[in-house]
């Protein structure tokens, strides 16, 4: 499986699907998805609690950010 830039491989394990990413500089892991149909680069973290982007992403991807709760960010 392709994942637009980057490479992902996909396979089974225990009935489930899983994705691996490669890692990027600074040891990030990016990938290229999309939100409304409209797409956008990710950067995964895979034990954050909260997804955010900021306003002119949002009103570029057709979200309505006043309808969200305000999060801190550091």
């Known amino acids: 499986m392709r994942c637009r830039s980057a490479h ?13 990413l490669p890692m990027g500089p600074g040891g990030h892991f990016i990938a290229q998805g999309a939100v409304n149909g409209r797409p956008l680069r990710f950067m995964v973290d ?19 950010w006043r309808r969200g709760q305000p999060v801190a960010m550091n």
């Open 8 to 20: 992902c491989e996909t396979g089974s394990c225990g009935g489930g699907r899983s994705i691996v």
């Open 46 to 64: 895979t034990g954050a609690t909260t997804v955010a982007f900021g306003r002119a992403d949002a009103e570029r991807l057709g979200v309505d």
